[in-house]
């Protein structure tokens, strides 16, 4: 039937990919691992991103105030309280989970430009704070030294060896996407996707739709908060410069560029994203304008971006037709 022909080639591509990444550290140097960690990073970002506007149509260009919030938690209960990195994973969750309910419970109602006018505000708000070391805990504009390496098995990961913190990031991105498809595929994923579609026909079927797209940030936000742990744990030391309306607007082009609400887009323009720059690095400093006209082209000649969400799906009639089919 097509959805299972959908799934094999979807289970084949992830299989090849997974054995690529396994594979990495015997073809490439260690730069270009340390690249591929940052791809893991940003796969983990969009993905979180991509439940809030690609799944619930929900813009929002300030969710690396969520990243950062994730991040800070597990900084400071590691080096206040000597918590080990990898244990503050839940904390880092429920804190920027616990966060965007609060900060989107007022505006959740908003929708298209307002909406992503009021997440720009919260990115720089969130910025600010950690600037101005916020309850003497974040350090300011020099931000948190000292954050300890994670251990596993009681072999602690090391910079000298970026192979860990690959096999570390990107065990973490397969679970991620298995639990995403699985969402996609539940009472919760099908309420979103109504909402993206059509919100007033969703609320009318009697979907809640105040209350999924709270839990949709909140999801989002919590997967984020997750990303910016692994993230204080790669790299010892975090400050506000790392969580910019920049950052924002990156993730928010990786989802675009790759397909709004697609898994397999995201991630494929995530790595692009991530990885075209490496490969031109002499265009670097002109990097706003190249990202500038990627968008410009990509909302011209391919809006729906490289691997759309109805590529991946088959009408529900389609699929009607098929399994009604002998």
């Known amino acids: 039937m097509p959805n299972r022909t959908m799934t094999r080639g979807l289970g084949i591509a992830y299989a090849i990919a997974a054995a690529a ?5 015997l073809a490439l140097n260690a730069y270009w691992i340390d690249v591929l960690n940052s791809v893991g990073l940003y796969v983990l970002l969009a993905l979180s991103l991509n439940l809030i506007l690609g799944d619930a149509g929900l813009f929002n260009m300030g969710h690396a105030a969520f990243y950062a919030v994730g991040a800070y938690t597990s900084a400071i209960l590691n080096t206040r309280l000597e918590i080990p990195i990898l244990w503050t994973l839940p904390a880092s969750a429920l804190v920027a989970a616990l966060f965007a309910a609060l900060v989107a419970r007022p505006v959740v109602h908003l929708r298209g430009d307002y909406l992503l006018v009021v997440t720009i505000g919260l990115g720089e708000i969130v910025r600010i704070a950690l600037v101005n070391d916020v309850f003497g805990l974040t350090g300011g504009a020099n931000g948190l030294f000292g954050i300890s390496r994670p251990t596993i098995f009681g072999h602690r990961l090391t910079s000298r060896k970026p192979q860990e913190f690959l096999y570390l990031i990107w065990a973490f991105v397969a679970v991620t996407v298995f639990l995403f498809h699985r969402l996609e595929q539940s009472r919760f994923g099908r309420a979103l996707n109504y909402l993206r579609e059509d919100p007033i026909a969703a609320e009318g079927s009697g979907v809640n739709t105040a209350r999924y797209r709270l839990l949709a940030f909140a999801l989002g936000a919590a997967w984020a908060g997750m990303t910016g742990t692994l993230y204080a744990a790669k790299m010892t030391i975090i400050s506000p410069e790392s969580f910019g309306s920049w950052e924002s ?25 991530v990885i075209l720059p490496e490969l031109f ?46």
């Open 249 to 273: 607007v990156v993730i928010f082009l990786m989802v675009i560029l790759g397909g709004a609400g697609s898994i397999p887009g995201v991630m494929l323009g995530a790595a692009l994203v």
């Open 21 to 25: 990444v396994a594979a990495a550290p």
């Open 281 to 326: 690095r002499g265009f670097a400093s002109a990097r706003l304008l190249v990202f500038g006209l990627v968008m410009m082209v990509m909302m011209v000649f391919r809006p729906q971006g490289l691997l759309p969400y109805r590529l991946l799906r088959f009408k529900e009639s389609d699929l009607r037709r098929a399994e009604d089919a002998p």
